[in-house]
């Protein structure tokens, strides 16, 4: 549940503890409450049975656990009745102030970390390594943070020359699609991932051809290439229809095609560079300038419309493939301001959001043209961006959106929070992702957790609330750089594409069980 959802709050941490603990579980609890989660602590002790009836409520109802140790708790009955209950729940955080061996500790909870509190001061002593634990596992739990580890590899090895995007469908979890610079895009199951399915090697160290279908892969779409060895005709992005019925691919020739998923069918082809007054394949003829690399982007709008985007222009076509303008909108200031980025933005009734290579984020109207808002704050390169839900009061219709530059100078993640009026002003907490340049961001749909691609070979991971990163396990490691992230529609899965060609997955564990 994101936060500020619930109407009528349960305690979120329920503190257990025994009477010569008190004072600290006192401070604890006080250090522990936020605005949008409660702590509960028994200050009565009584142990009528409607109080432990109540008890038990919170107990079952409480999200974390979090229980004191100290030599008396261990001999109290309902501390370690508490304490096992929450652990064979999967929610207890054990704590001590005092020094206890194992001998002090039932048997039950030998395999337990228990965490070092002494010498804890206040909720802003970050210098405290035990603080610091507690905290993270008391968010991870109470904000239901998602704790990702590395599910597989997709396709039996590599399956782009280098993977250019990747997007999950809206409703189906696991299926997603990628796009490659080498002309091809591909459907793929996350849950069919394979950790075996990295890609192995001949004895001269040639890669062996893997059947992607056995490793995922549900389809395959391709654009056409120029008759020359030298260029290729990439796909730079892909994304779905609201329904995922359909697909767009954005393709280097200047030609955006939209295909029916279940199918495999061509559908429409959207000539976009035509439309511009450019010739399609530009590139392989040696063509200069801003249309040369065809369309950059491509999306639906909720009533079908398509919108693409390339060079400076945004051009806007019916369900059945006709311009609804009859000239394509022209970004200012001109031919310098190419768009790269389009992303349909439910909270303005069908506008778009495009971002461009001189830093630029604009929010348009594609239907009237009207260009009503501009983020103008990034060093001048292609910019990318990522739309989040609500979470700090629960409305639907409000939540974030997280720019970075692709600049190796700028790689600052800012987060503006959007509604139906306005974007406001960058947050003061920002990112600064230490791997440039950032290639690409995705925001989680459930928790406050941004995933970002750059120059490292694992995604990187961050609370974007508390500003800490998540860490991921020593494994899923790229050859290269990641050039793409996703989320699923849940958040159940993480992917992950690189410039070697490969597709990771990643499974929240929280999600399995």
Same mark, same amino acid.
């Given at each position: 549940?994101?936060?500020?959802?619930?109407?009528?709050?349960?305690?979120?941490?329920?503190?257990?503890?025994?009477?010569?603990?008190?004072?600290?579980?006192?401070?604890?609890?006080?250090?522990?409450?936020?605005?949008?989660?409660?702590?509960?602590?028994?200050?009565?002790?009584?142990?009528?049975?409607?109080?432990?009836?109540?008890?038990?409520?919170?107990?079952?109802?409480?999200?974390?656990?979090?229980?004191?140790?100290?030599?008396?708790?261990?001999?109290?009955?309902?501390?370690?009745?508490?304490?096992?209950? @929450?652990?064979?729940?999967?929610?207890?955080?054990?704590?001590?102030?005092?020094?206890?061996?194992?001998?002090?500790?039932?048997?039950?909870?030998?395999?337990?970390?228990?965490?070092?509190?002494?010498?804890?001061? %206040?909720?802003?002593?970050?210098?405290?390594?035990?603080?610091?634990?507690?905290?993270? @596992?008391?968010?991870?739990?109470?904000?239901?943070?998602?704790?990702?580890?590395?599910?597989?590899?997709?396709?039996?090895? @590599?399956?782009?020359?280098?993977?250019?995007?990747?997007?999950?469908?809206?409703?189906?979890?696991?299926?997603?699609?990628?796009?490659?610079?080498?002309?091809?895009?591909?459907?793929?199951?996350? %849950?069919?991932?394979?950790?075996?399915?990295?890609?192995?090697?001949?004895?001269?160290?040639?890669?062996?051809?893997?059947?992607?279908?056995?490793?995922?892969?549900?389809?395959?779409?391709?654009?056409?290439?120029?008759?020359?060895?030298?260029?290729?005709?990439?796909?730079?992005?892909?994304?779905?229809?609201?329904?995922?019925?359909?697909?767009?691919?954005?393709?280097?020739?200047?030609?955006?095609?939209?295909?029916?998923?279940?199918?495999?069918?061509?559908?429409?082809?959207?000539?976009?560079?035509?439309?511009?007054?450019?010739?399609?394949?530009?590139?392989?003829?040696?063509?200069?300038?801003?249309?040369?690399?065809?369309?950059?982007?491509?999306?639906?709008?909720?009533?079908?419309?398509?919108?693409?985007?390339?060079?400076?222009?945004?051009?806007?076509?019916?369900?059945?493939?006709?311009?609804?303008?009859?000239?394509?909108?022209?970004?200012?200031?001109?031919?310098?301001?190419?768009?790269?980025?389009?992303?349909?933005?439910?909270?303005?009734?069908?506008?778009?959001?495009?971002?461009?290579?001189?830093?630029?984020?604009?929010?348009?109207?594609?239907?009237?043209?009207?260009?009503?808002?501009?983020?103008?704050?990034?060093?001048?390169?292609?910019?990318?961006?990522?739309?989040?839900?609500?979470?700090?009061?629960?409305?639907?219709?409000?939540?974030?959106?997280?720019?970075?530059?692709? %600049?190796?100078?700028?790689?600052?993640?800012?987060?503006?929070?959007?509604?139906?009026?306005?974007?406001?002003?960058?947050?003061?907490?920002?990112?600064?992702?230490?791997?440039?340049?950032?290639?690409?961001?995705?925001?989680?749909?459930?928790?406050?957790?941004?995933?970002?691609?750059?120059? @490292?070979?694992?995604?990187?991971?961050?609370?974007?609330?508390?500003?800490?990163?998540?860490?991921?396990?020593?494994?899923?490691?790229?050859?290269?750089?990641?050039?793409?992230?996703?989320?699923?529609?849940?958040?159940?899965?993480?992917?992950?594409?690189?410039?070697?060609?490969?597709?990771?997955?990643?499974?929240?564990?929280?999600?399995?069980?």
């Amino acid at each position: 549940m994101a936060r500020g959802e619930k109407q009528d709050q349960e305690e979120d941490i329920f503190i257990s503890y025994q009477r010569d603990t008190a004072d600290k579980a006192r401070k604890l609890a006080a250090a522990l409450e936020r605005p949008n989660r409660k702590v509960w602590l028994d200050q009565k002790m009584l142990s009528d049975t409607r109080w432990r009836a109540d008890i038990e409520k919170k107990l079952r109802r409480a999200r974390c656990v979090v229980t004191i140790w100290s030599k008396k708790a261990a001999t109290s009955g309902w501390v370690n009745y508490e304490a096992f209950r @929450a652990q064979q729940e999967g929610k207890l955080i054990a704590v001590t102030f005092d020094p206890i061996v194992a001998d002090d500790l039932p048997a039950w909870l030998s395999d337990q970390q228990i965490t070092n509190l002494r010498g804890w001061k %206040s909720k802003d002593d970050l210098n405290h390594n035990g603080w610091l634990n507690v905290s993270r @596992a008391i968010n991870a739990k109470c904000d239901r943070l998602p704790e990702y580890c590395f599910k597989g590899w997709l396709g039996g090895g @590599a399956t782009h020359e280098r993977v250019t995007s990747l997007f999950f469908h809206p409703t189906e979890d696991a299926r997603l699609i990628s796009t490659g610079s080498e002309g091809g895009a591909a459907l793929w199951l996350a %849950s069919r991932a394979s950790a075996e399915a990295r890609g192995v090697c001949d004895a001269d160290g040639k890669p062996l051809a893997a059947d992607p279908a056995q490793y995922g892969q549900d389809g395959r779409f391709s654009a056409p290439q120029p008759n020359s060895e030298y260029h290729k005709a990439s796909i730079w992005r892909a994304q779905f229809s609201r329904d995922g019925e359909k697909i767009v691919l954005a393709c280097r020739d200047g030609v955006a095609r939209v295909f029916d998923r279940s199918l495999g069918r061509l559908f429409l082809e959207l000539t976009h560079n035509e439309q511009c007054g450019m010739q399609s394949m530009a590139f392989a003829a040696g063509a200069k300038g801003q249309h040369k690399d065809g369309v950059w982007d491509a999306c639906f709008l909720p009533d079908g419309h398509i919108v693409t985007v390339g060079g400076s222009r945004i051009c806007v076509w019916t369900p059945d493939g006709r311009p609804v303008h009859a000239k394509p909108m022209q970004l200012s200031p001109g031919a310098q301001a190419m768009a790269v980025r389009v992303l349909n933005c439910d909270v303005l009734d069908g506008g778009v959001i495009v971002g461009d290579k001189l830093g630029k984020v604009r929010i348009i109207d594609p239907m009237t043209a009207e260009d009503f808002f501009l983020i103008d704050d990034r060093v001048d390169t292609s910019v990318h961006f990522a739309l989040g839900p609500a979470l700090v009061d629960g409305k639907t219709r409000q939540g974030v959106l997280a720019i970075v530059s692709e %600049s190796p100078l700028d790689s600052e993640i800012k987060f503006h929070e959007w509604s139906a009026q306005a974007f406001s002003k960058p947050r003061g907490n920002t990112i600064l992702d230490d791997a440039p340049p950032v290639r690409s961001i995705a925001l989680h749909p459930r928790a406050p957790v941004i995933a970002i691609g750059s120059s @490292a070979v694992q995604p990187r991971l961050w609370d974007h609330i508390a500003h800490e990163p998540l860490p991921l396990g020593r494994a899923g490691w790229h050859d290269r750089g990641i050039s793409a992230v996703a989320f699923s529609a849940t958040g159940k899965f993480l992917a992950a594409g690189s410039d070697d060609g490969r597709i990771s997955i990643w499974e929240d564990k929280q999600a399995v069980l």
